[in-house]
């Protein structure tokens, strides 16, 4: 009988500790975690202090550039605790960053959206290889990954970067993206009127 409640009390040390929620993975801009939609809703449903962790977050991303996306993993312990790991800037904000393009290709392969250097890409890998994801990655392999993330952005690849040809590019490169800014909202305008 004594050895059966043993064995019960130990069952129900280990079931204490099992979480139940799956861990909330979201991006959340550098130092602007507010008690609000979407994030303040997230929270709540995991039974999570919200002021505490806005409080928390702004705190621990102050040094980092306001607005800047950042992958979080949040995972709560049974005593509403949780565990905030903040991932460095999405790849995708990265390349864009320095390509210095606001928005990827609407059609990659078709068309290049802007262009970074090997440099570039070196850098950029030498950040998100801190990721706790990419830990066990080589550098070689974060490489490769980041290269076809640029592809999927319509981001050229190049070694040597002139910056005057560059500007023209880019500038140029405007007029390409306003005008399929405003074929999208036509689209968008004529799906309405069939609609509505």
């Given amino acids: ?14 079931a204490d500790k099992i979480t139940h929620t799956t861990k909330l993975k979201t991006n959340i801009p550098a130092g602007m975690a507010a008690a609000g939609p979407p994030l303040g809703p997230m929270l709540g449903q995991r039974a999570i202090n919200i002021a505490a962790f806005c409080k928390d977050f702004n705190t ?39 390509a210095g393009i ?9 068309e290049i959206a802007g262009m970074i250097t090997l440099k570039h890409l070196y850098e950029i890998a030498a950040i998100k290889i801190q ?11 974060m490489c490769e990954m980041l290269v076809g993330i640029a592809r999927t952005c319509g ?16 500038e140029d490169r405007q007029a ?21």
């Fill in 1 to 14: 009988m004594s050895k059966a409640a043993g064995k019960l009390k130990i069952l129900k040390k280990t």
């Fill in 60 to 98: 621990r991303t102050a040094e980092i550039k306001e607005g800047i996306p950042l992958p979080c993993r949040i995972s709560v312990n049974s005593d509403r605790s949780y565990n905030l790991v903040i991932h460095s800037p999405p790849a995708t904000f990265l390349l864009k960053q320095a």
């Fill in 102 to 110: 606001p928005r990827g290709a609407m059609q990659p392969g078709r």
């Fill in 131 to 141: 990721d706790p994801p990419n830990t066990l990655l080589t550098m070689q392999q």
């Fill in 155 to 170: 981001i050229k690849i190049v070694r040597e970067l002139n910056p005057e040809e560059y500007a023209k590019f880019l």
């Fill in 176 to 196: 390409i993206v306003a005008e399929q800014k405003r074929e999208l909202q036509e689209k968008r305008e004529a799906k309405m009127l069939r609609t509505g």
